[in-house]
């Protein structure tokens, strides 16, 4: 077995890929249960989705710091499980504050594992193959998601397009994901104090800060991708053109996460983020401006690259930035500070949305990913220079 391969690597994928089928066989049926089936405004759906990814980031900021002291695997176990219990509110709601209690929920279970998990990841796999370990746990993540839409479309053709039914089918991954959780191996605790006795306490280092600075700021520009969904809807795609559309986003960035990693290894995170970003743009553009479905599916698949080549190489970089005994601390920093990137794009999002400027959320998060782009391109020529 390769170094970077490892036995909890293999298994955290694994659990990702259930969790990610579970979460990805929802996820594109809820714009539609919400405004569809249940009644809801778009800007419920932005609103939710928001505040959704800042309980998600709260919850990150704590679990993250803690699993540095207290251990990985406890956190992961609470996470899937109560993640869980968020879905079943989810499909069983008829109104949407029910939905928004599950969406959050759900996200609650999220900000708990996902730190930790990444922190086990980072306390798993040697420090220069970690794009490589982080690429491979993404792609295990979106072929998930590329099973859940399929199982979504199965479900709509058997109970004849049915969402609130099909939507009861995410249960079944959700509780396999969570059992799979008992078989990780967390050796953190023993390593943490060989290591050190306590957890360092101190400032995270300043290019640490000034990474996820930068990084933020793009995200604020990021509308909740739920929102692209909508849009699909808008145009006159079908409730199955929707969820086969997600699908096909899905396989793009599986097919790409692993690559990406390899080359954010080899050559560096800043040129593979900036690919993706350059993706990101170009594709919101397209989708802000056009009716034609082949244009708009061909911009969506376009916008797969853009997780692939940003998620998992985002985490590798922090991780590569981070010391040892503060592993979990920021990783929690990082992705909870992006959460709440993501609270502020579904608020302004959802609200322009709502009063009828469906374009424009599109092409003003189109320029700040090319400005994003650009940000990081002087970033990295001011690093560059600076190690001359």
Known sequence: MSRWLTRNLMILTLVSLAQ???????????????????????????????????????????SGKASDRLGRKPFVIAGYGVAG??????????????????????????????????????????KEHLGKAFGFHRAGDNLGAVIGPLLALIGLAYFNDDIRKVAMWALIPALISAV?????????????????????????????????AILVLIQLTNIPDVLIL???HDIGFSTRGVV??????????????????????????????????????????????TRNHNIALGALILYGLFPALTDGVGKAWIATLSSDSQRGRAQ????????????????????????GAKEWPLIIAALGAALGALALLVENFRNRVQSA
């Open 20 to 62: 990610d089928a579970a979460s990805e066989l929802l996820y594109p049926l809820l714009p539609l249960l919400l405004t569809g089936v249940i009644g809801a405004a778009p800007f419920a759906l932005g609103l939710i989705e928001g505040c959704a990814e800042a309980a998600a980031g709260f919850t990150k900021l704590y």
């Open 85 to 126: 219990i968020g879905k079943a509110l989810v499909v069983t709601a008829t109104i949407w504050p029910m939905v928004f209690l599950g969406r959050v929920t759900d996200r609650i279970g999220k900000g708990l594992r996902s730190t930790p998990r990444d922190a086990l990841i980072n306390d798993s796999v040697p």
């Open 180 to 212: 799979l959780t008992f078989f990780i191996k967390d050796k953190s605790r023993a390593v943490m104090k060989a290591q050190s006795p306590k957890p360092a306490s101190g400032p995270l280092p300043s290019n640490l800060k000034r990474a996820i």
């Open 230 to 232: 909508l849009r699909l």
């Open 244 to 289: 086969l559309a997600y699908v096909l986003f899905s396989a793009v960035t599986m097919l790409f996460a692993f690559p990406a990693g390899y080359f954010a290894d080899r050559f560096s995170p800043y040129i593979v983020y900036v690919i993706g970003l350059v993706a990101f743009a170009t594709s919101y553009f397209i989708l802000g401006y």
């Open 332 to 355: 929690g920093v990082y992705q909870a500070s992006m959460n709440f990137a993501v609270l502020g794009a579904g608020i302004w999002g959802g609200a322009l949305w709502t009063q």
